[in-house]
């Protein structure tokens, strides 16, 4: 076979079957150590913040209005999987004086070296015509897919980040957004700020209109928004802490990512609704709909990859009195603390599902999900 036939021949049946491992075993070792993966970004992101205060007190560094982790390829192809961080004011990418860190990514693309260590190997049997420029250029096309367990590990860990003290004092501009992506190409919001005074009653209006792609990632806490209509609306990853979405119609929404922690849906309408890895800790869930949802943490398919499995949906702390779960897919949600007094499972699927020991007592689980789910 020419050149071109070895190629295709080494990507079809070489390079496909490693990058399915690889990735499997990503997901594996993701799932299994994310917490204490959070605690090490944390810490870096600690020290980042403290360093970018100290600058600003000696006036060195504006208000921050972005910070940006962005993967270099360059770096990857020598073995360095640092992100660069970037922390800039509100010109973003025309701040002339950046404060620049880097983030170590081993723990993601130790996979993805292992992998093309053992393409390189293999291209040895293809007689010369599979070169190292070509797994080179290979090596670069699969980055993309590790460096999501890079933005899926920021998501996670950043809501607890930003508590600490050091991001506290940063001097920060009102609308700050953390992007991971790649350097000078396409990047994504991560965790977004948003202290500009807003209208509860214009969001709501806005909201009802009900517009493609113009709500994910958007701040909409502490609003006053009961009684809407948002049925089938893209919500992903869209900021409602402490805001009041009772007696609403949320349907069919994308609420993938969402943030309700503090929130009150008082006999709200989710059904059919998309809630993986959405937060709802703390909220004011009495007699809301859950039914049919889909929620479940992981791989849609363990026996395929096609992106990170989804986090846990989380309820903690919840008072979910009279709440209908009836048909909902909530595996691996945590129901730790919450109120589940008269909480409707009937039919759900709560295979790895955590909920405290003295609820017990309170669920109406059948013998299935009695032996499926954790207790802790």
Same mark, same amino acid.
């Given at each position: 076979?020419?050149?071109?036939?070895?190629?295709?021949?080494?990507?079809?049946?070489?390079?496909?079957?490693?990058?399915?491992?690889?990735?499997?075993?990503?997901?594996?070792?993701?799932?299994?150590?994310?917490?204490?993966?959070?605690?090490?970004?944390?810490?870096?992101?600690?020290?980042?913040?403290?360093?970018?205060?100290?600058?600003?007190?000696?006036?060195?560094?504006?208000?921050?209005?972005?910070?940006?982790?962005?993967?270099?390829?360059?770096?990857?192809?020598?073995?360095?999987?640092?992100?660069?961080?970037?922390?800039?004011?509100?010109?973003?990418?025309?701040?002339?004086?950046?404060?620049?860190?880097?983030?170590?990514?081993?723990?993601?693309?130790?996979?993805?070296?292992?992998?093309?260590?053992?393409?390189?190997?293999?291209?040895?049997?293809?007689?010369?015509?599979?070169?190292?420029?070509?797994?080179?250029?290979?090596?670069?096309?699969?980055?993309?897919?590790?460096?999501?367990?890079?933005?899926?590990?920021?998501?996670?860990?950043?809501?607890?980040?930003?508590?600490?003290?050091?991001?506290?004092?940063?001097?920060?501009?009102?609308?700050?957004?953390?992007?991971?992506?790649?350097?000078?190409?396409?990047?994504?919001?991560?965790?977004?700020?948003?202290?500009?005074?807003?209208?509860?009653?214009?969001?709501?209006?806005?909201?009802?209109?009900?517009?493609?792609?113009?709500?994910?990632?958007?701040?909409?806490?502490?609003?006053?928004?009961?009684?809407?209509?948002?049925?089938?609306?893209?919500?992903?990853?869209?900021?409602?802490?402490?805001?009041?979405?009772?007696?609403?119609?949320?349907?069919?929404?994308?609420?993938?990512?969402?943030?309700?922690?503090?929130?009150?849906?008082?006999?709200?309408?989710?059904?059919?609704?998309?809630?993986?890895?959405? +937060? $709802? #800790? =703390?909220?004011? *869930?009495?007699? /809301?709909? !859950? &039914?049919?949802?889909?929620?479940?943490?992981?791989?849609?398919?363990?026996?395929?990859?096609?992106?990170?499995?989804?986090?846990?949906?989380?309820?903690?702390?919840?008072?979910?009195?009279?709440?209908?779960?009836?048909?909902?897919?909530?595996?691996?949600?945590?129901?730790?603390?919450?109120?589940?007094?008269?909480? +409707? $499972? #009937? =039919?759900?699927? *709560?295979?790895? /599902?955590? !909920? &405290?020991?003295?609820?017990?007592?309170?669920?109406?689980?059948?013998?299935?999900?009695?032996?499926?789910?954790?207790?802790?």
């Amino acid at each position: 076979m020419n050149r071109e036939e070895a190629l295709e021949h080494f990507k079809e049946h070489e390079v496909k079957q490693r990058q399915l491992a690889s990735l499997l075993a990503l997901e594996a070792f993701f799932q299994t150590n994310k917490d204490r993966l959070a605690e090490d970004f944390q810490r870096s992101f600690q020290t980042i913040c403290r360093l970018i205060s100290e600058q600003q007190l000696v006036g060195e560094k504006k208000r921050i209005g972005h910070l940006s982790f962005s993967m270099l390829r360059t770096e990857l192809l020598v073995g360095r999987p640092f992100y660069l961080i970037e922390a800039t004011d509100e010109e973003w990418i025309f701040d002339e004086e950046p404060y620049l860190a880097s983030y170590d990514a081993s723990w993601a693309f130790s996979f993805l070296n292992e992998m093309i260590s053992e393409l390189t190997e293999r291209a040895k049997t293809y007689m010369g015509t599979i070169t190292l420029p070509d797994i080179d250029r290979i090596k670069l096309e699969e980055a993309a897919n590790f460096h999501q367990y890079v933005v899926s590990l920021a998501r996670y860990a950043l809501p607890w980040a930003v508590n600490c003290k050091e991001y506290i004092e940063l001097e920060k501009e009102e609308e700050l957004e953390i992007r991971i992506g790649e350097y000078f190409d396409c990047s994504e919001v991560v965790y977004k700020e948003d202290q500009t005074e807003k209208d509860s009653a214009e969001i709501k209006e806005w909201l009802e209109e009900k517009l493609e792609d113009e709500y994910p990632y958007e701040v909409f806490a502490n609003l006053q928004l009961s009684e809407g209509n948002y049925e089938e609306t893209d919500l992903r990853y869209t900021d409602f802490r402490k805001s009041d979405l009772s007696q609403s119609s949320l349907n069919g929404c994308l609420l993938i990512g969402a943030n309700l922690t503090g929130s009150n849906l008082t006999n709200s309408d989710l059904s059919n609704s998309f809630i993986h890895e959405a +937060n $709802f #800790s =703390g909220s004011v *869930l009495r007699q /809301a709909n !859950f &039914s049919e949802i889909e929620g479940a943490s992981g791989l849609v398919d363990s026996s395929t990859w096609e992106m990170p499995g989804y986090l846990p949906v989380l309820f903690e702390g919840a008072d979910l009195e009279g709440a209908n779960f009836e048909g909902a897919d909530v595996r691996g949600a945590s129901f730790l603390g919450a109120s589940l007094q008269n909480v +409707n $499972f #009937s =039919g759900a699927n *709560l295979d790895g /599902a955590i !909920f &405290s020991k003295d609820a017990k007592g309170i669920l109406r689980l059948n013998a299935q999900q009695q032996s499926s789910v954790i207790w802790k």
